[in-house]
């Protein structure tokens, strides 16, 4: 029997069938993972075969392929890593111009991240009943920015409900991960996009409580229309993604498409001669702020080699 694990309470998945009755399971054997090393084998958002016991609890027997996963090292001295969900149709980054302030370089992170993942992302900037002329001014400018990079923006109010509706339309059907930093709104917005769930942000938050160094367990809320949302605790972004150099720049699409005309492939876009990036931000078809981000991304990777050599 298929279906799709919706809990992980560590020593139990729960797993939804494709009939929709929910099966509490334990893991059968040893699961083997191509590539990972992965302190669970399973994860919230993976698709499994489940082999039924007489006493109404069943085994999981077989996972399949995942089409993405994001994951986090256990520990730093540990090789091994923590899958914190699979399969997620998108991301929704939860974005905020004032009170607090999310930065360019944030979002540019987590964006590079995602992209890494091969997870589409959508931004939400809430908040917009508390912002003044100048900010909403900001908030526009940076919609327009990450709409033509191929980001699609929306404009929400967790507080007066205003734009709720559209992202509930945008969650249906789809497995969404839910992401922002501290203070933008994300439990609200969780709370106005399901006003008749018995999920409610207490019992989010009380995940979140358990902090960084316990072991995470991930739970997808359903929402309705046949979606899910996924809100991992203690994860505000992707975490560190291990990229090569060269490869940072796949990851800002508009980078990316510019440095096709770069003189030399190996080009990392700083200041090579003959470099179409640098010329593209001199003539303004890429943002200041989105190479500034690059950049940044670049120097944390030379200070990771200064760490690693000495
Ligand atoms: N004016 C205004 N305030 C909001 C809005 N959404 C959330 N807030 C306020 O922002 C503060 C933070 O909201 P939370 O929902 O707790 O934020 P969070 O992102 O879940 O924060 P963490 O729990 O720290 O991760 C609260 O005081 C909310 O009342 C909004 O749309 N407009
Ligand atoms: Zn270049």
């Given at each position: 029997m298929r279906g799709l694990v919706i809990k992980n309470t560590g020593s139990w998945y729960l797993v939804k069938t494709d009939e929709g009755k929910c099966v509490e399971c334990k893991i059968k054997g040893n699961f083997r993972l191509k590539g990972i090393r992965s302190t669970n084998?399973?994860?919230?958002?993976?698709?499994?075969?489940?082999?039924?016991?007489?006493?109404g609890t069943a085994l999981i027997s077989e996972i399949e392929d995942r089409k993405n996963y994001i994951i986090r090292r256990a520990s730093n001295?540990?090789?091994?890593?923590?899958?914190?969900?699979?399969?997620l149709d998108q991301s929704m980054l939860i974005v905020t111009v004032n009170y607090p302030e999310t930065?360019?370089?944030?979002?540019?992170?987590?964006?590079?991240?995602?992209e890494a993942y091969r997870v589409p992302v959508k931004i939400i900037f809430n908040k917009i009943d508390a912002y003044?002329?100048?900010?909403?001014?900001?908030?526009?400018?940076?919609?327009?920015?990450?709409?033509?990079?191929?980001?699609?923006c929306f404009k929400v109010s967790a507080k007066t409900g205003e734009g709720i509706e559209l992202i509930q339309e945008e969650l249906k059907g789809r497995v969404t991960l839910f992401?922002?930093?501290?203070?933008?709104?994300?439990?609200?917005?969780?709370?106005?996009?399901?006003p008749?769930?018995?999920v409610k942000t207490g019992e989010i938050s009380a995940y979140h409580n358990k902090g960084m160094h316990t072991?995470?367990?991930s739970e997808m809320f359903p929402v309705p229309g046949d979606g899910y949302i996924i809100d991992t605790p203690g994860i505000k972004g992707f975490g560190t993604f291990d990229m090569e150099e060269e490869e940072i720049g796949h990851y800002f699409p508009e980078i990316f498409k510019f440095s096709a005309d770069c003189r030399y492939g190996n080009c990392t876009h700083r200041h090579e001669p003959g470099c179409a990036v640098r010329k593209a931000v001199e003539e303004h078809y890429i943002s200041e702020s989105r190479y500034a981000s690059y950049l940044?991304?670049?120097?944390?990777?030379?200070?990771?080699?200064y760490r690693a050599a000495y």
């Open positions: 084998p399973v994860a919230v958002g993976d698709y499994v075969q489940i082999i039924l016991n007489p006493e001295l540990s090789k091994q890593s923590h899958i914190l969900a699979a399969n930065s360019t370089t944030f979002i540019d992170r987590f964006l590079a991240s995602a003044n002329e100048e900010e909403l001014h900001y908030m526009n400018s940076l919609i327009n920015l990450y709409t033509t990079i191929g980001y699609p992401s922002g930093h501290s203070g933008v709104g994300k439990s609200t917005l969780i709370n106005a996009i399901l008749e769930q018995d072991t995470t367990f940044n991304m670049l120097e944390d990777k030379e200070e990771g080699k």
